[in-house]
T-cell receptor
Framework: AQTVTQSQPEMSVQEAETVTLSCTYDTSESDYYLFWYKQPPSRQMILVIRQEAYKQQNATENRFSVNFQKAAKSFSLKISDSQLGDAAMYFCAYRRNTGNQFYFGTGTSLTVIP | DTGVSQDPRHKITKRGQNVTFRCDPISEHNRLYWYRQTLGQGPEFLTYFQNEAQLEKSRLLSDRFSAERPKGSFSTLEIQRTEQGDSAMYLC???????????FGQGTRLTVV
């Protein structure tokens, strides 16, 4: 079974600083997708960044980048130059290449301190 | 607004009543998903449609739960004889293809009293 673990229930970062959110996952598949989703309070979940497992290059999206370590089954999210609007719940998610469902971690609540 | 929309946003119901939620996916998306999210947890998969066919159901989806997508467009999720444990946020998502990112709606928050 696929499981996704986020070991940091809460994180905080000073505005303009950098923060890294951790995620590990367990799978026997070789081809899959990994995602980071952001869920602001009372708002819908939106995709932050997506990584295909077959790609060695780490995905980047403006201030957001990932450190994908396939052998270690680790997928951390780095947020650079943190902004107040980055404050939200962040969920790491896994999806098999041929699968239909996302498997989500329990989330990390990020606070940005002005 | 061309995103995924869910209705209602909030629902309070008495235990034992039936409730129905609606999800309108992004129009060209043929894949639709229902998830349930309880406080402090990540979303948990409930069921999946490809067009009008319900192809996958989680064991979380008890006999009191039923989902439909009759014309391959909008979907409904019905919970019969609601229990307090059904209180949660019910999320709908849609996507165009396997492996593609899911676009989520804002969810329906159900409170069973």
């Amino acid at each position: 079974a696929q499981t996704v673990t986020q070991s940091q229930p809460e994180m905080s970062v000073q505005e303009a600083e950098t923060v890294t959110l951790s995620c590990t996952y367990d799978t026997s598949e070789s081809d899959y997708y990994l995602f980071w989703y952001k869920q602001p309070p009372s708002r819908q979940m939106i995709l932050v960044i997506r990584q295909e497992a077959y790609k060695q290059q780490n995905a980047t999206e403006n201030r957001f980048s990932v450190n994908f370590q396939k052998a270690a089954k680790s997928f951390s999210l780095k947020i650079s130059d943190s902004q107040l609007g980055d404050a939200a719940m962040y969920f790491c998610a896994y999806r098999r290449n041929t699968g239909n469902q996302f498997y989500f971690g329990t989330g990390t609540s990020l606070t940005v301190i002005p | 607004d061309t995103g995924v929309s869910q209705d209602p946003r909030h629902k309070i119901t008495k235990r034992g009543q039936n409730v129905t939620f609606r999800c309108d996916p992004i129009s060209e998306h043929n894949r639709l998903y229902w998830y349930r999210q309880t406080l402090g947890q990540g979303p948990e998969f409930l069921t999946y449609f490809q067009n009008e066919a319900q192809l996958e159901k989680s064991r979380l989806l008890s006999d009191r739960f039923s989902a439909e997508r009759p014309k391959g467009s909008f979907s409904t999720l019905e919970i019969q004889r609601t229990e307090q444990g059904d209180s949660a946020m019910y999320l709908c998502a849609s996507s165009l293809a396997l492996g593609e990112k899911g676009f989520f709606g804002q969810g329906t928050r159900l409170t069973v009293v």
